[in-house]
């Protein structure tokens, strides 16, 4: 199979397509192959023109480069002083000067009118099936469907890859990698087959870029702002990229799964993600025990927060702040409530807080008890009902 792969790789690299390239083995659908050598299969249309255009300029540059130097090079060594010739004497010629104005000028014309179109089709994201926002952070997505079929389904997608494949720094792995080593996440995002799905991309801490490439599409997420893109991918298959903005130290960590289904499996997944909202939407009103809370509490804070501040609560110097035996931990529990809410800057350190509003009030309730309740914290109000932030995030 790894010869397959990489005999497909080099054909890929070598051929020169007027079209889209056929796929091959399903489980290399969009996902980089040993020694290849040109851009990863598009399966879109756009995908297609822009590695026609890819393939189109470097053709052209190469006609270039042989008629120069083909050029200066006959003209060494056919005119080379051993055989009798003398440096010529000469001084403008309108000829040459119009000639070697106006022959650049048309073939840049003929390059950019096709670019151009190219990227007017990439910037149009009117009349879209579906709508989906993808929110950066350090170091996962968050994906809410906003119209279309699916509307109002909302998850986090983070690394799966285990860190025994991955190893620590100066601890070894102790597993063997898997084939998508770092490209594989616990929630991948869902699209159907032949629609057109706008993406619209924001961050909420530093700057990052959602790419797929056999989507044809990046498009960078900053904080503060809304940009968009597009795609309509043919092929049913798993796509696969990275965050490919330096987004912080767990940079490579940060991986991107599109599943593109048929139409009728992508209706049954809705069906079965908004049957997983519904039971595990939110009663405000339960009151949980602490023990129910610091249980929850841990898995929220090992899914969202241990990256940054580590899983013993010191943070990282200099970069992130720490938890264990931090004021506002060990304080009153609204300021605690506000931060998870609508973040904080944090002059002191690097990266600023982000808001967490996509977790639910009993996630937020959760990770909070448990922060209060761990490492040497004990903190005097030791416990956040949901209520409480729900009562908080209507404010």
Not at 137 to 145: A, E
Not at 336 to 360: C, E, F, H
Request: charged share 20%.
């Amino acid at each position: 199979m790894t010869y397959a792969k990489r005999l497909h790789a080099l054909m890929l690299g070598l051929a020169v397509s007027t079209s889209i390239p056929a796929l091959a083995a399903p489980e290399i659908t969009g996902r980089p192959v040993e020694y290849q050598l040109n851009m990863q299969t598009p399966v879109t249309g756009i995908g297609a023109d822009i590695y026609d255009l890819h393939n189109l300029m470097m053709l052209v540059c190469l006609v270039i480069f042989v008629a120069v130097f083909g050029v200066m090079f006959y003209s060494v060594f056919k005119h080379r002083k051993s055989r009798g010739h003398k440096a010529a004497t000469f001084h403008e010629s309108t000829f040459v000067e119009i000639a070697w104005t106006i022959v650049p000028f048309l073939i840049v014309i003929g390059m950019a009118l096709p670019a151009t179109k190219t990227v007017i089709e990439l910037k149009d994201t009117s009349n879209a099936d579906l709508t989906i926002k993808a929110t950066g952070m350090q170091w996962k997505w968050g994906y809410d469907y906003l119209n279309g079929e699916g509307a109002g389904i909302s998850f986090l997608s983070n690394l799966a890859t285990p860190r025994t494949q991955v190893g620590e720094p100066g601890v070894p792995a102790t597993e063997a990698r898997s084939e998508n080593y770092l490209l594989e996440v616990d929630n991948e995002m869902v699209v159907p087959v032949g629609k057109k799905i706008r993406m619209v991309f924001t961050a909420n801490d530093v700057i990052h870029a959602w790419t797929i490439p056999a989507f044809a599409i990046k498009q960078d997420a900053i904080p503060g702002f809304v940009r968009d893109g597009w795609f309509k991918a043919e092929k049913i298959g798993v796509y696969r990229g990275n965050c490919v903005e330096l987004c912080g130290k767990d940079h490579a960590f940060m991986p991107i799964v599109v599943r593109v289904v048929s139409a009728e499996d992508y209706t049954a997944w809705v069906a079965g993600e908004q049957k997983k909202m519904a039971a595990l939407a939110d009663d405000p009103t339960k009151v949980w025990t602490i023990d129910e809370l610091k249980t929850k509490g841990e898995q929220v804070y090992a899914a969202n927060c241990v990256a940054c501040h580590q899983a013993n609560g010191k943070g990282v110097p200099n970069a992130f702040a720490p938890l264990d035996g931090a004021e506002i931990v060990n304080g009153p529990k609204h300021p605690q409530i506000d931060v998870l809410l609508n973040g904080q800057d944090t002059p002191r350190y690097a990266s600023a807080m982000p808001a967490w509003k996509q977790l639910s009030d009993s996630e937020i309730a959760a990770v909070i008890t448990y922060t209060r309740n761990t490492w040497s914290n004990k903190a005097a109000e030791n416990i956040v009902q949901p209520a409480e932030v729900l009562a908080a995030r209507s404010k």
